[in-house]
């Protein structure tokens, strides 16, 4: 079944489930679901938008939550980024929805967080993202550039001997924050600014043949070149597909990649992938008794031919913990259920135990997979558990800041002057 059939097949049957729930409960709690379900980012969230249905058919086979079932209410911002915010307004003030799990993207995030603070609603985000960020309405169940970006190009550094870099990534915000920090990190290291070529290209592009070969021309010194990928949704397909037609091998210029799991591979022939990154905080194929019983799971819900992925993983630690705070607090209020979740425990699928910290941000571990010809992941790397950071330290107007709900109430706390800013977002 190609991605194109399941992706509707998924958005028609998102839909009628909507439904049947709204007919069924009176009383339930309501979970706002906010991924798109069409567009160029279909590829990647129609199936956070199917974990978060099995994840809560699982929770009310247990009984539902404060003795009440979950209901989920899905929307489809269709990869429209205002359309994110109309969506999160509606969730909130006509669906009146108690928590929300959604957004991919970082634009469409941006384009969440003023609606969430305004009306004090509560945002479960499951991807990896650039940092630079800490709201008081937003868990960050994915991985800030420390449990993600700054390894991987450790990796690329001490294990792979790269020696030039090529930052290609899609025009937003994510890419070009992600990249400055690593200009940044990559400079501190000793890499010199013209062995740093940065590209960004629109949601969607298609033509890779010119930026392909400019990437080639970045290695004629004969010094070790890779490519570090912040590409987002359907343009990574012909990103890998250039790769290919040049003949370009994972050996000649690896690529490590920020956005590209187990969903988007299955969409694509890996033959000539074999041998590229990724780097996450989980893979489908960590050996361990959790993730086997999800992956059991996840099929049995959506199909065998289903894979799970990194963003999945954190929707499932998120929701669970969600769950915990709810029940500790004995409300679904967003202050209370907000300060239970800090310090919040879950299981992981890799082994070990995520803990969510008082800056809304994981501790996770850090993974580095090699692609397989099967779509999948051989594990060639993994640390311990580390904690995100809200601030990067590799900039240094965000080397000074830093985050604390708890104690300082302040998600942008400047150490130097002693003062809690706030900025507003401009996205």
């Given at each position: 079944?190609?991605?194109?059939?399941?992706t509707?097949?998924?958005?028609?049957a998102?839909?009628?489930?909507l439904?049947?729930a709204?007919?069924a409960?009176?009383?339930?709690i309501?979970?706002?679901?906010?991924?798109?379900?069409?567009?160029t980012?279909?590829?990647?969230?129609?199936?956070?938008?199917?974990?978060m249905l099995?994840?809560?058919?699982?929770?009310n086979?247990k009984g539902?939550?404060?003795?009440?079932?979950?209901?989920?209410?899905?929307v489809?911002?269709?990869?429209?980024?205002?359309?994110?915010a109309?969506?999160a307004?509606?969730?909130?003030?006509?669906?009146?929805?108690?928590v929300?799990?959604?957004?991919?993207?970082?634009?469409?995030?941006?384009?969440?967080?003023?609606?969430?603070?305004?009306?004090?609603?509560?945002?479960?985000y499951p991807?990896q993202?650039?940092?630079?960020?800490?709201s008081?309405?937003?868990?960050?169940t994915?991985?800030?550039?420390n449990?993600?970006?700054i390894?991987?190009?450790d990796?690329y550094?001490?294990?792979?001997?790269?020696?030039?870099?090529?930052?290609?990534?899609?025009?937003y915000?994510?890419?070009r924050?992600?990249n400055n920090?690593?200009?940044?990190?990559?400079?501190?290291?000793?890499?010199?600014?013209?062995?740093?070529?940065?590209?960004?290209?629109?949601?969607?592009?298609?033509?890779?043949s010119?930026?392909?070969?400019?990437?080639?021309?970045?290695?004629?010194?004969g010094?070790k070149v890779?490519?570090?990928?912040t590409i987002?949704?359907?343009?990574?397909?012909?990103?890998?597909?250039?790769l290919?037609?040049?003949?370009?091998?994972?050996?000649?210029?690896?690529?490590?990649?920020f956005s590209?799991g187990?969903?988007?591979?299955?969409?694509l022939d890996?033959t000539?992938?074999?041998?590229?990154?990724?780097?996450?905080n989980?893979?489908?194929?960590?050996?361990t008794?959790m993730?086997?019983?999800?992956i059991e799971?996840?099929?049995g819900?959506?199909?065998?031919?289903?894979?799970?992925?990194?963003?999945?993983?954190?929707?499932?630690?998120?929701f669970?913990?969600w769950?915990n705070?709810?029940?500790?607090?004995g409300?679904?209020?967003?202050?209370?259920?907000?300060?239970?979740?800090?310090?919040q425990?879950?299981?992981?699928?890799?082994?070990?135990?995520?803990?969510?910290?008082t800056?809304?941000?994981?501790?996770?571990p850090?993974?580095i997979?090699?692609?397989?010809?099967d779509?999948q992941?051989?594990?060639?790397?993994?640390?311990?558990?580390?904690?995100?950071?809200a601030?990067t330290?590799?900039?240094?107007?965000?080397?000074?800041?830093?985050?604390?709900?708890?104690?300082?109430?302040?998600g942008?706390?400047?150490?130097?002057?002693?003062?809690?800013?706030?900025?507003?977002?401009?996205?």
């Open positions: 079944m190609s991605q194109f059939v399941r509707m097949l998924g958005a028609a998102g839909s009628l489930m439904g049947t709204a007919l409960q009176e009383d339930t309501k979970v706002g679901v906010l991924h798109s379900l069409s567009g980012m279909a590829i990647s969230e129609t199936t956070l938008k199917d974990t099995m994840l809560i058919e699982e929770q086979a539902g939550v404060l003795g009440k079932q979950l209901e989920a209410v899905v489809d911002p269709a990869s429209d980024w205002p359309l994110f109309e969506k307004r509606e969730l909130l003030t006509v669906s009146e929805v108690d929300m799990f959604g957004c991919w993207t970082s634009v469409s995030r941006k384009s969440v967080l003023p609606v969430i603070e305004e009306l004090n609603g509560l945002l479960f991807v993202y650039e940092g630079e960020e800490s008081k309405n937003v868990f960050y994915g991985a800030a550039p449990q993600q970006a390894p991987a190009t990796y550094l001490e294990e792979l001997g790269v020696e030039k870099f090529a930052l290609l990534g899609t025009d915000v994510y890419p924050t992600t920090i690593l200009e940044s990190y990559l400079k501190d290291k000793g890499i010199a600014e013209e062995d740093i070529f940065v590209n960004y290209t629109p949601f969607g592009h298609s033509d890779w010119k930026i392909v070969s400019d990437v080639v021309a970045l290695g004629a010194d010094k890779g490519v570090i990928s987002n949704g359907d343009a990574n397909i012909g990103f890998y597909k250039e290919a037609a040049q003949g370009i091998s994972a050996e000649d210029i690896p690529v490590v990649a590209v187990e969903e988007e591979l299955s969409g890996t000539n992938l074999v041998g590229h990154l990724a780097a996450w989980y893979f489908q194929s960590a050996d008794d993730n086997a019983e999800f799971k996840w099929k819900f959506a199909g065998e031919d289903r894979v799970t992925n990194d963003p999945m993983e954190a929707h499932y630690i998120g669970n913990m769950v705070a709810v029940e500790e607090a409300t679904t209020d967003v202050d209370a259920v907000r300060e239970a979740m800090w310090g425990e879950y299981p992981n699928l890799t082994g070990g135990t995520a803990v969510m910290g800056n809304h941000h994981l501790a996770k850090v993974l997979g090699e692609i397989l010809d779509g992941f051989d594990i060639i790397s993994e640390t311990d558990p580390v904690p995100g950071d601030w330290d590799f900039l240094p107007e965000s080397a000074v800041l830093k985050s604390d709900w708890k104690e300082l109430e302040c942008m706390y400047n150490t130097d002057t002693g003062t809690c800013v706030q900025i507003e977002s401009n996205y």
